[in-house]
DNA sequence: TGCCAGGCCCTCTTTAGGGCCTT
């Protein structure tokens, strides 16, 4: 079920996590994530977890987030807990959505707390609108639009600004390039769903509208 | 020390394989 109660509001947000699967055991050490009202951030949710782990050399570098960094931070679950409350009643959107997802619904479930949103890609949505991208890494499309930014990636809250910058981004491309006069949530999940190939004419019909 | 997952999507495809993207 779309959400229709804040249709204009989304949330966009991003986890720095041990590494790439819960069902191996990795956990989330950050989630950064802000919220999308009629085309501005009105809040933002920053907060480092403590995994409960150390988290190998790797994921230090990558993300610059230590161990001594994490050892002071909350509980997964403390934070998690306070996360669920900031995202319900609103769709939600991250880049790779489906490896967000994971974690959200991985953390979510161990505190038994869930969501009511749903989720769009920002990636799959930059494959089908930016096709001559030279990549749809996130810092990639960032460059590839001109989108300014801060030098700071693979930060949680960072990341998401992002995030939600080529959102907004998307959004302004639809109208002007494809005469979309009100692109919304609904139908950016909708072209997620539609072939490369039938874009072109959904966006046609949308156009109409 | 080295490796690990999973979903999407393209193609030299569909009885499959491999690159991209996330940490």
């Known amino acids: 079920m779309l959400l229709t109660q ?3 509001t989304i949330i966009v947000l991003d986890f720095e996590t041990t590494g790439l699967s819960p069902n191996q055991g990795d956990r989330a050490i950050e ?8 085309g501005e951030v009105t809040e933002r949710f920053q907060q480092l977890m403590n995994p409960g782990f150390r988290v190998s050399g790797f994921i230090e570098n990558y993300t610059g987030i230590s161990n001594n960094m994490l050892r002071g931070a909350p509980s997964c679950e ?11 009643g609103y769709n939600l959107v991250a880049h790779n ?5 994971r974690f959200l619904d ?3 479930e161990g505190i038994s707390r869930s969501y009511d949103g749903e989720f769009v890609c920002s990636m799959l949505l930059a494959r089908r609108l930016y096709q001559n991208a030279p990549n749809h890494k996130l810092g990639g499309l960032v460059e590839y639009k001109n989108i300014s930014h801060d030098g700071v990636f693979h930060r949680a809250l960072a990341d998401s600004e992002m995030t939600a910058k080529l959102w907004l981004q998307m959004l302004d491309d639809l109208k002007v390039e494809h005469q979309v006069t009100q692109p919304d949530f609904k139908l950016m999940k909708k072209i997620t769903k539609t072939a490369k190939a039938a874009l072109p004419q959904m966006l046609k019909r949308s156009a109409k509208c």
């Open 97 to 101: 959505a489906s490896f967000d997802q």
């Open 31 to 38: 989630i950064g994530a802000v919220k999308l009202e009629n």
């Open 6 to 8: 804040s249709a204009d």
């Open 106 to 108: 991985a953390e979510l």
């Open 78 to 88: 403390e934070v998690m807990a306070q996360f669920a409350d900031f995202i319900q």
